[in-house]
C-alpha cells in the first residue's frame, strides 16, 4: 500500500513537472511573439504577408531547412551517444527535441544538459553531460571560425566603428575558452580514479564527424537567413549578407541569455550589424524573428509532446 502510495506520488509529481515545462513553454512563446517591444505581432504578420513568406512555395522551401538544420543535430547526437549506449535516430530526436524544449526556460540552453541525462541510466548520466558537452563544443568552434571571417570582412569593408584591438582580445579570448575547455577535459580524463565516471573515449574520425555536422549546420541555417533576405527582397550582396549573419551569431552567441528570448538578442544584434549595409529595421526584425520560430519554437512545441510522453521509469 505504501509503496502504491510512493509510486502514484512520484508519477504525479513527474507528471506536473512536464506538463509545467510543456506551458511554460508555450507560454513564453506565446508572449515572445505578442509583447516584442521592438517588433509588433501584427506588424510582423503584416510583413510576412506582404513578402509571401506564408505562401505554399517559399514557407515549404524554408521548412526544408529546418528539417536540415535538426536532422544534422539530431545524427551529431546519435553519434555521439553510439560510445556508451546504441540508439535509433528516432530515440536520438525525441531527446534532442525534448531537450529543446525544456532548455527554452534556461540561460543559455543549459537546461538541455539535464534533459538528455535523464533520458539514460544514472551509471551513464555524467558521460551524458560530457558528450553534450563535446557536441556543443564542435558547434561553438564553427559559430566563432566563421564568425570571425564575418566579423574581420565587416571591420575591413564597411567601416564598422569597432575597436579592433579589443576586438581581437575578444576573440582570444574565446578561442582561450574553447581550447581551454578541451585541454581541462584531457586532463580530467587523465584522472582516471577520480574522473572515470566522466570519461567517454572518441575517436577521431568521430570528432571529424561531428565537427563536419556542425559546420554543414552552421552553413544551413546561415544560408537560411541569406535566403529569407533574398525573399524579403533585401538589397545586399551574397559575401556581405553572409559576413553580416556570420558576426550576429558569433557576437550574440556569447551573451548569456534565456533561449527563449534568443530572437530578441539576435535581432538587437543584428539590427546593429545590417545598419552598415543599410537594411530596414523591421525587415531585419521580421527575419530574426521567424528564424527562431523556424528553428526553435516549432521544433520546441514538437518537442513537447515528447516531454508529456517521458516514460517514469527511465528515470530510476
Known amino acids: 500500500m505504501n509503496?502504491?502510495?510512493t509510486h502514484k506520488s512520484k508519477q504525479f509529481f513527474w507528471l506536473l513537472i512536464k506538463l509545467s515545462i510543456v506551458f511554460g513553454c508555450g507560454y513564453?512563446?506565446?508572449?515572445?511573439?505578442?509583447?516584442?517591444?521592438?517588433?509588433?505581432?501584427?506588424?510582423?504578420?503584416?510583413?510576412?504577408?506582404?513578402n509571401h513568406i506564408i505562401s505554399s512555395k517559399n514557407l515549404v522551401f524554408l521548412l526544408?531547412?529546418?528539417?536540415?538544420?535538426?536532422?544534422?543535430?539530431?545524427?551529431k547526437w546519435q553519434i555521439l551517444v553510439l560510445n556508451i549506449k546504441k540508439i535509433h535516430f528516432l530515440e536520438a530526436a525525441k531527446q534532442s527535441l525534448a531537450s529543446l524544449t525544456t532548455s527554452l526556460l534556461t540561460p543559455n540552453r543549459i537546461g538541455e544538459y539535464g534533459a538528455k541525462a535523464l533520458y539514460f541510466e544514472k551509471s551513464l548520466r555524467k558521460k551524458i553531460l560530457s558528450l553534450n558537452f563535446i557536441g556543443n563544443l564542435h558547434q561553438l568552434f564553427a559559430t566563432v571560425f566563421f564568425g570571425l571571417i564575418g566579423l574581420f570582412y565587416l571591420i575591413n569593408t564597411q567601416n564598422v566603428p569597432l575597436n579592433l584591438t579589443k576586438i581581437s582580445y575578444a576573440i582570444?579570448?574565446?578561442?582561450?575558452?574553447?581550447?581551454?575547455s578541451l585541454f581541462l577535459?584531457?586532463?580530467?580524463?587523465?584522472?582516471?580514479?577520480?574522473?572515470?565516471?566522466y570519461s567517454v573515449k572518441i575517436s577521431v574520425n568521430e570528432h571529424c564527424k561531428i565537427g563536419l555536422f556542425s559546420f554543414l549546420r552552421y552553413l544551413i541555417f546561415s544560408h537560411q537567413f541569406y535566403f529569407l533576405l533574398i525573399i524579403f527582397k533585401a538589397d545586399v550582396s551574397y559575401i556581405d549578407a553572409l559576413s553580416a549573419t556570420c558576426a550576429m551569431y558569433l557576437i550574440s552567441s556569447f551573451i548569456p541569455m534565456l533561449s527563449v528570448f534568443d530572437a530578441v538578442l539576435k535581432g538587437t544584434v543584428a539590427i546593429f550589424i545590417f545598419t552598415f549595409l543599410n537594411l530596414n529595421t523591421l525587415t531585419i526584425l521580421s527575419i530574426t524573428t521567424f528564424m527562431w520560430i523556424l528553428n526553435f519554437a516549432i521544433p520546441a512545441m514538437i518537442g513537447s509532446y515528447f516531454v508529456l510522453t517521458f516514460k517514469l521509469k527511465l528515470v530510476t
Open 3 to 5: 509503496y502504491s502510495l
Open 64 to 75: 526544408f531547412f529546418t528539417f536540415l538544420n535538426w536532422f544534422l543535430e539530431i545524427k
Open 172 to 180: 582570444l579570448m574565446g578561442f582561450v575558452i574553447i581550447f581551454g
Open 28 to 50: 513564453f512563446i506565446w508572449q515572445k511573439l505578442n509583447s516584442n517591444d521592438q517588433l509588433k505581432f501584427s506588424d510582423f504578420y503584416q510583413n510576412l504577408i506582404e
Open 185 to 197: 577535459w584531457k586532463f580530467l580524463k587523465s584522472k582516471e580514479n577520480l574522473f572515470r565516471k
